[in-house]
């Protein structure tokens, strides 16, 4: 008798819905042109929005830090893990983020799973955008406390909610990405703001796509709409814009003293490696230094979508350098995907269940280190297989 017959008869529900995949294999690092099979590709999936990931200055500063701290730490932070570089990064990333604190941990899924069950507990209640991070929903589960969803974005839901049920509970926590991954649109944090002073609530922003993209050098939703200390909890990744791996939660000090007590993933997990920490300071000094990779990436972003909407694809909302191209029908968004990397071009599509069912599409991720030509290069390719396929003109 065969045990895993179960996954076995789920896998080939995938290949009969035309949305099984296997993963590419890319030979060198993660640029605006990847190699897959020793074929140079066009990459328009990658989160390296500044093209930090394998900038010459943070691979130096991460072979420093190797050479004076090792490979890696070698301990949880409560422990003997917390190395005064890391202690430099927090400074530092408090500095940028023009917070009281920060608090990193290894990754920024890490720091939703660790952080959201450790400031809430019964008789608090969760009110979550419908369109949050997975690790939002997944920290939301670990949580003792009552949760309840909002609508996307739509103020109007929030406030019912908090009128409904505020009174019933000692702590509500308001929770929403900043931007959101999967349509590129922003958080009208402004009105939650307002409505959780308005009914005495805290807010909780996850910036991962935010940090490094919007406001002044990439500061973030906060610094975009003017709001610094008005957010109790922002959660930042160090793996998009930033270009290394881990993530962090700024806040106020007595924040950063409880989760070094009470985050389960900080606490039973090895800290960052120096490597990563040491790339990540160099990372930061770049930001501070100049808004030119920032703006770079919007100018990349504003040609792009101004080309492919004017082939008449659909764009959704998007607010964002993140481009969704619109299809809806899963096997056709794969169908799309397919044909682009045989004209050269990689572009992940995106399917139920990370978005609803009926609503796939491609995901176009731009990035600073995009030249014009790997641009014009990818709407050609988007130009030729969308008229293919009909799905534009």
Not at 31 to 47: D, R, T
Not at 200 to 215: E, N, P
Not at 319 to 336: A, C, F, Q
Request: charged share 20%; proline share 3%; aromatic share 8%.
């Amino acid at each position: 008798m065969n045990n895993l017959q179960f996954l076995e008869d789920k896998i080939a529900e995938l290949k009969e819905q035309g949305v099984y995949r296997q993963l590419p294999v890319n030979t060198g690092p993660c640029a605006n042109v990847i190699y897959l099979k020793g074929q140079e590709i066009v990459n328009l999936s990658s989160n390296n929005y500044l093209g930090f990931a394998n900038h010459p200055r943070l691979i130096q500063a991460a072979k420093a830090a190797t050479d004076k701290y090792g490979a890696g730490a070698g301990s949880v932070r409560t422990i003997v893990g917390n190395q005064d570089l890391l202690e430099e990064l927090e400074n530092l990333l408090a500095l940028f983020k023009q917070e009281e604190a920060v608090t990193c941990f290894q990754s920024g899924f890490n720091c939703n799973l660790g952080t959201i069950p450790a400031i809430t507990e019964a008789g608090d209640l969760i009110v979550s955008d419908e369109k949050n991070h997975a690790s939002i929903i997944d920290g939301t589960r670990l949580s003792k406390a009552e949760r309840t969803i909002y609508r996307h974005n739509d103020m109007d839901d929030l406030e019912r909610i908090l009128k409904e049920k505020r009174s019933q509970y000692r702590n509500v926590l308001i929770i929403t990405d900043g931007v959101f991954s999967m349509d590129g649109d922003l958080a009208k944090l402004p009105n939650i703001v307002a409505l959780a002073k308005k009914y005495q609530a805290l807010t909780y922003v996850d910036d991962a796509h935010g940090s490094g993209v919007l406001g002044r050098s990439g500061r973030g939703t906060v610094d975009h709409f003017h709001l610094h200390g008005q957010v109790d909890f922002i959660i930042g990744t160090l793996s998009k814009a930033i270009g290394v791996v881990g993530g962090y939660v700024a806040s106020k000090q007595i924040v950063k003293d409880w989760l070094l007590h009470r985050a389960r993933t900080l606490l039973f997990s090895t800290a960052l490696p120096p490597a990563a920490i040491g790339a990540t300071i160099e990372s930061v000094k770049m930001l501070m230094e100049s808004e030119t990779y920032t703006q770079k990436l919007w100018e990349n972003a504003r040609y792009f979508k101004k080309a492919l909407g004017n082939l008449g694809f659909d764009l959704g909302h998007s607010e964002t350098p993140i481009t969704p191209v619109m299809v809806g029908k899963e096997s056709l968004t794969m169908e799309l995907s397919r044909g682009l990397l045989a004209e050269g071009v990689f572009v992940s599509g995106i399917v139920f269940p990370t978005v609803p069912a009926g609503q796939g599409r491609l995901r176009v991720m731009l990035s600073a280190s995009h030249t014009k030509a790997n641009l014009d290069f990818a709407i050609a390719a988007f130009a030729k297989v969308g008229k293919k396929l009909r799905i534009i003109n």
